[in-house]
């Protein structure tokens, strides 16, 4: 049984940080292109940042300066470090694994980070 357990959401005041983690178990984690995607109401999932196992990242264009994203292989956990949070960065978080090969894609349950004072 796949299973990908984040923690780490919650409110935060404009201009702070937050860090996120997820663990994943019931896959071959080497294998999965691992990250974090967010929604809001109303709209659709967007990707946030991802990163494969050799190590290349991808990241939507608004939080390529301020966030990052890291995995642990033997831990299999992949973190997303929030800096210089703002509103508009509100959102339900969500764990992504995604195999490199089949492209079949594993979720969390998501977690909600606040950005507001």
């Known amino acids: 049984q796949v299973q990908l357990v984040e923690s780490g959401g919650g409110l935060v005041q404009p201009g702070g940080s937050l860090r996120l983690s997820c663990t994943a178990s019931g896959i071959f984690y080497k294998l999965y292109t691992v990250g974090w995607y967010r929604q809001v109401p109303g709209k659709s999932r967007q990707l946030v940042g991802t990163?494969?196992?050799?190590?290349?990242?991808n990241y939507e264009g608004s939080v390529r300066d301020r966030f990052a994203v890291s995995r642990e292989n033997g831990n299999n956990t992949v973190a997303l470090q929030m800096n210089s949070l703002n509103p508009e960065d509100t959102a339900v978080y969500y764990c992504?694994?995604?195999?490199?090969?089949?492209?079949?894609?594993?979720w969390g349950q998501g977690t909600q980070v606040t950005v507001s004072s």
């Open positions: 990163i494969s196992n050799s190590g290349t990242t």
């Open positions: 992504s694994a995604r195999h490199a090969i089949t492209a079949r894609q594993y």
